[in-house]
C-alpha cells in the first residue's frame, strides 16, 4: 500500500506557526511548502529561544515544547 504524499503548506501563508522537536533543525520555507514562489532556506535556531523570526518573510514560529 503506497503512503499519501505528504500534505503541502502554502509558502508565506500564515504568519505564526507552531513546531515541534520533530521539526528541528527548523528551517523556513518548512518542507511541505511550496517553494516556488518563497524565499531561500533560512535555519532558525529556535531550540534555545522557544521562538525566531524568518528574516527573509517575517514568519513567527513557536516551539512547542513537550510537557
Known sequence: MAS???KEIPANAQNLYE????DLP???PMNGMSLWNSHPRVYLPIAASGRERCP??????????DN
Open 56 to 65: 527573509y518573510c517575517g514568519a513567527v514560529y513557536v516551539l512547542k515544547r
Open 19 to 22: 513546531v515541534t522537536a520533530a
Open 26 to 28: 527548523l528551517h523556513c
Open 4 to 6: 499519501a504524499p505528504p
